[in-house]
């Protein structure tokens, strides 16, 4: 099986769900994420960040109802250490940074948390809140920091209802192009 057919076959199973207290389903949510990646200009390997930045929800189930989300499942970490089997850091740091970066930015932004959707809010108290003055400098230390909070912007973004998007076919070609030689087209897979 490729990556890509791995990745198309994950995000079948369980990609229609919604994306916990959102408009858009996961698979949706994932989509508008790479596409505003896209449309900024951002490298392949960040688009594919966007793309895959939450399926470590998809790996390991969570009940659907955010309000029944009691505890943070560390979808960032799931999906980071899955990413990191099959592409180069470039794709799975800014993941497992993804999660980090809000927490981030509600400490040095303002604004930003002010625009945060109430799911969102939500998970960031499960998340730890805001950053500590220590904790963002060594977020600012990692070298992915800078993708990451770009990842987070596009995560934030693509949360609108209907809008028509490519679909995962389109990126197909980029998944295997990415992909670690090794993983990928053999049977120990997975
Ligand atoms: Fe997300």
């Given at each position: 099986m490729t990556t890509s057919e791995e990745l198309f076959s994950i995000y079948e199973r369980g990609g229609?769900?919604?994306?916990?207290?959102?408009?858009?389903?996961?698979?949706?949510?994932?989509?508008?994420?790479?596409?505003?990646?896209?449309?900024?200009?951002?490298?392949?390997?960040?688009?594919?960040?966007?793309?895959?930045?939450?399926v470590g929800h998809l790996l390991e189930a969570v009940p659907e109802d955010i309000a029944e989300w009691k505890s943070d499942?560390?979808?960032?970490?799931i999906g980071s250490r899955w990413l990191a089997r099959r592409f180069g850091a470039d794709v799975s740091e800014?993941?497992?940074?993804?999660?980090?970066?809000?927490?981030?930015?509600c400490a040095v932004d303002a604004s930003?948390?002010?625009?945060?959707?109430?799911a969102s809010v939500h998970t960031l108290r499960l998340q730890g809140g805001p950053m500590s003055?220590?904790?963002?400098?060594?977020?600012?230390?990692e070298p992915f920091h800078r993708q990451a909070i770009r990842v987070r912007a596009w995560d934030d973004q693509g949360k609108v209802p209907q809008l028509a998007v490519p679909d995962f076919g389109h990126y197909r070609e980029l998944i295997d192009r990415l992909a670690l030689a090794g993983f990928g087209n053999s049977s120990g897979g997975g």
């Amino acid at each position: 099986m490729t990556t890509s057919e791995e990745l198309f076959s994950i995000y079948e199973r369980g990609g229609a769900a919604a994306y916990f207290g959102e408009a858009v389903s996961m698979s949706e949510h994932g989509l508008q994420a790479a596409f505003f990646a896209r449309a900024s200009g951002a490298a392949d390997a960040l688009v594919l960040a966007a793309l895959l930045h939450d399926v470590g929800h998809l790996l390991e189930a969570v009940p659907e109802d955010i309000a029944e989300w009691k505890s943070d499942a560390h979808h960032e970490l799931i999906g980071s250490r899955w990413l990191a089997r099959r592409f180069g850091a470039d794709v799975s740091e800014p993941v497992r940074l993804h999660v980090p970066a809000k927490r981030y930015l509600c400490a040095v932004d303002a604004s930003y948390f002010d625009k945060l959707s109430a799911a969102s809010v939500h998970t960031l108290r499960l998340q730890g809140g805001p950053m500590s003055a220590a904790e963002a400098a060594a977020f600012e230390r990692e070298p992915f920091h800078r993708q990451a909070i770009r990842v987070r912007a596009w995560d934030d973004q693509g949360k609108v209802p209907q809008l028509a998007v490519p679909d995962f076919g389109h990126y197909r070609e980029l998944i295997d192009r990415l992909a670690l030689a090794g993983f990928g087209n053999s049977s120990g897979g997975g």
